[in-house]
């Protein structure tokens, strides 16, 4: 077996985006809590009763909506866009259903460079 560096390997990071607008709107509940430093995402299920526990779910990272767009990129893609520009192949591809957030972690929000 040999061994890989931890650059080496795939990460899984998510980033939770805030509420929208439309959601706050119409009175949603948050239904999924952050852990940053455990690296944990749990959900909740609105629609049951509240004695049922979150569903849990490690990552290699984890981060909140309060999160900043240079914070994340600072750990985790300058070390991947570092190596691509040494001449290493890397990808960042970002996965969810329509809606989750995947635009708003690759773009953060316009007008606002921080978020």
């Given at each position: ?9 795939v990460r899984v990071v998510v980033r ?67 190596s691509v520009l040494q001449g ?28």
């Open positions: 077996m040999s061994k890989v560096k931890s650059s080496e390997t939770c985006r805030p509420m929208n607008e439309k959601e706050v709107a119409a009175g949603f509940a948050r239904v999924v809590n952050v852990d940053v430093k455990l690296g944990q995402i749990s959900v909740k299920n609105p629609k049951v009763a509240s004695a049922e526990l979150p569903k849990s779910f490690t990552f290699d990272a984890v981060y909140d909506s309060n999160s900043k767009q240079l914070e994340l990129y600072d750990e985790t893609f300058r070390p991947l866009v570092d290493f192949n890397g990808t960042i591809f970002a996965y969810g259903q329509t809606g989750t957030g995947k635009t708003y972690t690759m773009e953060g929000v316009r007008n606002d460079p921080d978020r």
